[in-house]
């Protein structure tokens, strides 16, 4: 029998959190954490870019998630509520980095949806998601600082208390109390 939306992402959750507690700085940039619905097939095929791109940077699994993939979510739910993510921009990419003064959210909508008979995601280079893609692959191939602060298309959100670790553990208490 299939894991529930529920069961399925609070495991994963559990695993994200696990990995940013034993591997809390191994000097990837960035995370990147995809926030879609079962139906949003563009979304994950725009996180399997990621993924494989991640791979080849060598990347951890905490470095890239997702979650509502299998369905809504409370714990989709508990992290657009709890870092006061925009629920309109859904589907979207949140590329969360260590800033000066805390954490660095920024946040992109996604297409929603299945891709259309022939259709692709071809755009010049243009779309948000690909750019930051790029600045993150050069980032990590050249060992630069990665700055997101100019990308177009990207909301940003500050963070100023804790670690990706601590944000991450919040959540999963809020999830578990609800779901008891």
Same mark, same amino acid.
């Given at each position: 029998?299939?894991?529930?939306?529920?069961?399925?992402?609070?495991?994963?959750?559990?695993?994200?959190?696990?990995?940013? %507690?034993? %591997?809390?700085?191994?000097?990837?940039? *960035?995370?990147?954490?995809?926030? +879609?619905? =079962?139906?949003?097939?563009?979304?994950?095929?725009?996180?399997?870019?990621?993924? &494989?791109?991640?791979?080849?940077?060598? $990347?951890?699994?905490?470095? @890239?998630?997702?979650?509502?993939?299998?369905?809504?979510?409370?714990?989709? $739910?508990?992290?657009? +509520?709890?870092?006061?993510?925009?629920?309109?921009?859904?589907?979207?990419?949140?590329? !969360?980095?260590?800033?000066?003064?805390?954490?660095?959210? %920024? +946040? +992109? =909508?996604?297409? &929603?949806? $299945? @891709? &259309? #008979?022939?259709? /692709?995601?071809?755009?010049? =280079?243009? !779309?948000?998601?690909?750019?930051?893609?790029? &600045? !993150?692959?050069?980032?990590?191939?050249?060992?630069?600082?990665?700055?997101?602060?100019?990308?177009?298309?990207? #909301?940003?959100?500050?963070?100023?208390?804790?670690? @990706?670790?601590?944000? *991450?553990?919040?959540?999963? !208490?809020? *999830?578990?109390? $609800?779901? /008891?």
């Amino acid at each position: 029998m299939p894991q529930s939306p529920d069961s399925h992402d609070l495991d994963k959750l559990n695993r994200w959190h696990e990995g940013l %507690n034993s %591997n809390p700085s191994e000097g990837f940039p *960035v995370c990147a954490l995809f926030l +879609t619905s =079962g139906e949003d097939r563009r979304a994950h095929d725009i996180f399997r870019i990621y993924r &494989a791109a991640f791979e080849e940077l060598g $990347a951890g699994f905490h470095d @890239l998630v997702i979650f509502g993939q299998h369905g809504l979510s409370s714990t989709r $739910a508990a992290l657009i +509520t709890g870092w006061g993510l925009s629920s309109t921009q859904m589907p979207s990419l949140v590329l !969360i980095a260590v800033g000066e003064n805390g954490l660095v959210l %920024n +946040t +992109t =909508g996604l297409p &929603a949806g $299945a @891709l &259309a #008979e022939g259709e /692709t995601e071809e755009d010049g =280079g243009k !779309i948000p998601w690909r750019i930051a893609l790029e &600045a !993150i692959k050069r980032s990590v191939e050249q060992g630069s600082q990665l700055s997101l602060d100019r990308m177009k298309g990207f #909301e940003r959100t500050d963070l100023p208390d804790g670690t @990706l670790a601590d944000m *991450v553990g919040i959540v999963k !208490i809020q *999830v578990e109390a $609800a779901g /008891t």
